[in-house]
């Protein structure tokens, strides 16, 4: 099995930032063992973002792969994992616009009511203060 | 904990050049993919990523995966990069000297801040003529 040298230089801006050559000598390449448990802190829609990273969990089902969130019953799909996870940030976008204009129209029900709290304790709206952690 | 920082890009690119005077960079030849005449496929390549909404001390790693074959054959992770104006975009750039590609398919190159997942982009090699 070949070993892949990755030298990596990174600098970040403003502080200017060099970092030593480091190959990765040791490394060798892994399969992905599903499920898979991860963080989600991006690819939601531009005008939202994360307050805390959302537990989501990676599996395959009838040959697509899906992306889990058990705690907002949310489901993404897609024909292998990086369209599962961009799937599932389109639907928790769409989720989070649907129900803050219903929420503000008073148009929710008490179940999802409580999910939209639960999800706004994930996910935000740039143009709306943050709410603040506890 | 730290606020998760926002991937407002993630592009790939043979090459990224940083003038030395205002740091300013510049990438060269973006792509989405790769044409070989054969495998394995080597090249050195660079990869760029603009964030927003950063504040305090993250530690960012890439992981190269081959979707098709779920194989992640590289990863790399940096020492802890300081954050100290939210405000201010941040640029990480990484750059891949040699890396080698030894099937067709997609490869993804995922970022992690902290081991939370930020964002990614792919890379789509296919076999084609001279």
Redesign the interface.
């Known amino acids: 099995m ?1 070993v ?14 060099a ?1 030593p050559l ?1 190959p ?1 000598t040791g ?1 060798k ?4 063992v ?1 499920p898979l448990d ?6 939601l829609d531009q005008d939202l ?5 959302l537990p989501v969990r990676l599996y395959k089902s009838d040959g697509s792969y899906v992306g889990e969130c058990s705690l907002l019953h949310q489901f993404g799909y897609g024909s ?3 369209e599962a ?1 961009d799937d599932l940030g389109k639907t928790l976008s769409e989720m989070y616009f649907y129900l803050s204009d219903s929420k503000y129209a008073d148009r929710l029900s008490e179940s999802l009511s409580e999910q939209y709290d639960v999800l706004c304790g994930f996910i935000g709206r740039r143009n709306v203060a943050a709410p603040k952690a506890s | ?1 730290n606020p ?1 920082p ?2 407002q890009a993630m592009l790939i690119c043979e090459k990224i050049i ?1 003038e030395a005077e205002t ?1 300013k960079k510049s990438l060269i030849n973006i792509f989405s993919g790769i044409k070989s005449t054969g495998l ?1 496929s080597v090249l050195s390549m660079g990869l760029y990523a603009r964030l927003t ?1 950063g504040e305090g001390s993250y530690q ?1 790693r890439f992981d190269i ?1 081959h ?10 992770t ?2 802890a ?5 939210r405000l ?13 590609f ?1 099937k067709i398919g ?1 490869y ?1 190159f995922q970022m992690y ?1 902290d ?6 982009v ?1 890379v789509d090699v296919v076999l084609g003529g001279q």
């Open positions: 070949p892949l040298d990755l030298l990596v230089d990174a600098r970040i801006s403003p502080v200017a930032f970092l480091a990765n490394w390449p892994t399969t992905i599903f991860i963080q989600l802190g991006g690819l973002f994360f307050h805390k990273p292998d994992a990086a996870l | 904990m998760i926002s991937v940083e740091r394995p909404d960012f995966i979707l098709p074959s779920d194989e992640k054959i590289a990863s790399a940096l020492p990069l300081p954050v100290t104006d201010a975009p941040m640029e990480v750039v990484v750059v891949i000297p040699q890396i080698k030894e997609k993804e801040a081991d939370v997942f930020l964002g990614h792919s």
